[in-house]
């Protein structure tokens, strides 16, 4: 099995930002779009995909440096199969020329027989397994593929085309509630194997927006708004994730008054949308000399800060 440190050219103390920095400049290098006249270009980009599956996961990572798990992620073999680890303890040549424990000697097909049943009962053949039976053959390796998302396409579910490892493309559907770490799995798109085919997993990142902010289903819009607008009262256009709406906005309206959009929300696991939360904010010129000249003839009397105390 191939080590993903030596897959992703990594050293086995490298930090998560190494691996991370490693597997982007491989992926982008070996990505099946860029790479169409080479067929070993798939192969590699599905290693290295592989490798940075293992290695970007914590749990993960920390079983295969344990040698709980093999570079494909699956269980390392039992009893030390492979890698001459089975059968430890006070190990002394025995009269057979077995290294059992203590000084007897040990016959193989004694304890091939005890652990797996004798051959021909129901298993149909000498390693029957426990009570006859054979264990089903393994399915292929699954494949790992990352999605990144705009925060606009997650919020409206808009389909989404993904490149496999082996150069197909397939739109997808994200599912209601996505939002970064969401898995999807692709059924049988991983590798054949001797027991079927086994499957894609995507692992979808949902991108930062440069003036929307998610929490939980709703969107925060933080609405820029003039000292007019906010005192006499107006109809505004407001950007959403479907597009621009009309909002009247009531007259004598406060910096931070939060108006709410129904159904501008992120999609959710239990049906419907989440709102969107529009919050005014008044934005006031600077350096006005006819704004300055208006409020020297008129002063508030209200005493707002009463209720803090000062």
């Given at each position: ?13 490298a ?8 597997y ?57 199969y ?9 190990q ?18 004694d ?32 494949v ?34 996505v ?132």
């Amino acid at each position: 099995m191939a080590d993903p440190y030596s897959t992703l050219n990594v050293a086995k103390s490298a930090s998560e930002a190494e691996i991370k920095s490693a597997y982007r400049k491989l992926a982008k290098e070996l990505h099946p779009d860029k790479n169409k006249d080479n067929p070993n270009a798939s192969e590699k980009f599905s290693d290295v995909t592989k490798a940075y599956d293992i290695l970007s996961d914590k749990t993960k990572r920390a079983q295969y440096d344990r040698g709980e798990i093999d570079g494909e992620g699956n269980p390392a073999m039992p009893f030390g199969y492979g890698g001459g680890g089975g059968f430890r303890g006070d190990q002394r040549t025995g009269p057979g020329g077995f290294s059992g424990f203590g000084n007897e000697s040990a016959d193989f097909g004694d304890i091939f027989e005890g652990l797996f049943g004798r051959g021909g009962g129901s298993g149909g053949g000498p390693f029957g397994g426990f009570g006859g039976r054979s264990s089903p053959p393994p399915k292929g390796a699954n494949v790992a593929y990352r999605l990144s998302v705009s925060f606009i396409d997650a919020a409206t579910q808009a389909p989404q085309r993904i490149a496999l490892a082996d150069g197909a493309t397939i739109d997808l559907k994200l599912p209601a509630g996505v939002e970064t770490g969401t898995q999807m799995r692709l059924a049988g798109k991983g590798q054949a194997g001797p027991g079927g085919t086994g499957d894609g997993i995507v692992t979808i990142t949902v991108k930062d927006h440069p003036f929307y902010v998610r929490e939980g289903a709703n969107i925060r819009l933080d609405l820029p708004v003039t000292l007019n607008e906010a005192v006499k009262g107006a109809k505004i256009k407001v950007p959403t994730v479907d597009g621009p709406v009309m909002l009247s906005i009531p007259a004598g309206s406060s910096s931070g008054k939060v108006m709410r959009l129904k159904g501008k929300g992120f999609s959710q696991k239990s049906g419907g949308r989440g709102d969107q939360l529009v919050r005014l904010m008044v934005d006031l010129p600077a350096d006005d000399e006819a704004l300055v000249k208006l409020l020297s003839e008129w002063n508030d009397p209200r005493d707002v800060r009463a209720d803090l105390g000062v």
